[in-house]
């Protein structure tokens, strides 16, 4: 069975199991933390490591997160290790998240720009966004000072790349290619 697949499944257990429950909200501030925690280089060699008992790897993960999380997502945990599957956690917690976002009606919205953005700005562009998909925005701000200026804005499968960096790569390629006309 692929990765991908793995994932989707334990997270779709997960997300069933939360609503009903009614413990949604908790056990998504719990995949957060968890994606949190993962994403520590260190914290993924202990998942992904072969020679780290399973027993070990519960009681690292115990220890780290254990008192944060609600019951539901602990014996989640515990089933991964008993399972050996605990490299699939990030992934389960991606998974969890978009599920949720998507159950919810959120639309992430990622916005990558050399400066930090005004706070008014950010409103704007979120509203924008928001009146023309229909839905809740969550923005979420990039820095990236290699775009060099203007933005790269990535709302679900849809990409503007107004970058200053793109606008050179175009012209760079027009050069070369001798289509550029003076």
Do not use: C, W
Request: proline content about 2%.
């Amino acid at each position: 069975m692929n990765d991908g697949k793995i994932s989707v499944r334990y997270a779709n257990a997960l997300f069933q199991s939360a609503l009903e429950k009614n413990l949604l909200d908790k056990v998504y501030k719990d995949m957060t933390l968890i994606l949190e925690v993962t994403s520590v280089p260190e914290f993924r060699e202990l998942l992904e490591s072969p020679i780290i008992r399973p027993s070990k790897k519960r009681e690292v993960i115990q220890n780290t997160i254990g008192g944060n999380i609600d019951k539901l997502t602990a014996s989640l945990i515990d089933l991964i290790v008993k399972n050996g599957r605990e490299n699939f956690l990030p992934g389960i917690a991606r998974e969890f998240i978009r599920a949720y976002k998507e159950y919810n009606g959120i639309t992430e919205l990622v916005l990558t720009t050399a400066v930090k953005v005004n706070e008014d700005v950010k409103k704007r562009i979120a509203d924008l966004i928001a009146g023309i998909f229909k839905t809740k925005v969550e923005l979420n701000e990039v820095i990236d000072r290699n775009i060099i200026g203007g933005f790269i804005l990535k709302v679900e499968d849809n990409y503007i790349d107004a970058s200053v960096r793109n606008k050179l790569r175009k012209i760079e390629k027009e050069l070369k290619s001798g289509a550029l006309t003076i």
